[in-house]
C-alpha cells in the first residue's frame, strides 16, 4: 500500500502517533509527515498489505490475539527504526510491552477526544471490528476505562477536541521538535 515507507536517507527519530479510535491518528499523521517531511505509515495498512486481507478479516478468521500479534511483529521489526511517522491503531500500545517498546523506538503522541466525540466519529463507517457490537457506546466507554490509563502514561497528550486538523498538526510538530532537540542536546554531551 501507498502508506509504506519508502527507502529514505531521513535520519530522525520515528514519531509514533497513538490514541483511541477516531480520534484523527491518520489524519493527523500524514499531514504532521508532509510538514517534516518524514514518510508516513499507518500500521493498519501495513498490517492489510502483509496478509493481503482486510482488518476485519484478520479479526474474522484469525481472531483478535493473532492481530495483536502483528501489530507487535509490525512494531518490533516491520517498519523503518528512522524517518517515519507512525499511526498506531487503537488497540496496539494496550497488549504487554508494547508502550515500553514505542517509547523505546522514538517520540510518542497520544491524540484524544472525548468520549461523545469519538462514538461520534466512528459511527461513521461500520469497518472497526473491535466496535461491531449491539451497543457501541458502551463498548468504546468499556475500551476507553481500560486504554486511557496506558495511553495517558505513554505519550505525550494532546487534545483534537474543538482543534482545527492545522491546530493539532501544530501542537504535534512542536512535541516532536522539543523532545527530538532534547534528545540531539543530550547525544551531544550538552
Ligand atoms: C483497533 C483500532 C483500529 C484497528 C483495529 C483495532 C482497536 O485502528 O487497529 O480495528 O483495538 O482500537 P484505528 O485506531 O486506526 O481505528
Known sequence: MKEMCAETNNTRPNLYLIGFMGVGKSAVGRYVAKTLDMDFIDSDHAIEEKTGMPISAIFETMGEAAFRQMEREFITAGH????????????????????????????????????????????????????????????VRQLLDKRLPVYMNTGTGISTENRSLAEVVNHVVRVYTQQTRKTDKRRAGE
Open 80 to 139: 523503518p527504526e528512522q524517518g517515519c511517522v507512525v499511526s498506531c491503531g487503537g488497540g496496539l500500545p494496550i497488549e504487554e510491552g508494547m508502550s515500553e517498546l514505542l517509547l523505546s523506538k522514538g517520540v510518542v503522541v497520544c491524540l484524544f477526544a472525548s468520549e461523545s466525540t469519538i462514538v461520534e466519529r466512528t459511527a461513521r463507517n461500520n469497518k472497526r471490528p473491535m466496535l461491531q457490537t449491539d451497543d457501541p457506546t458502551k463498548r
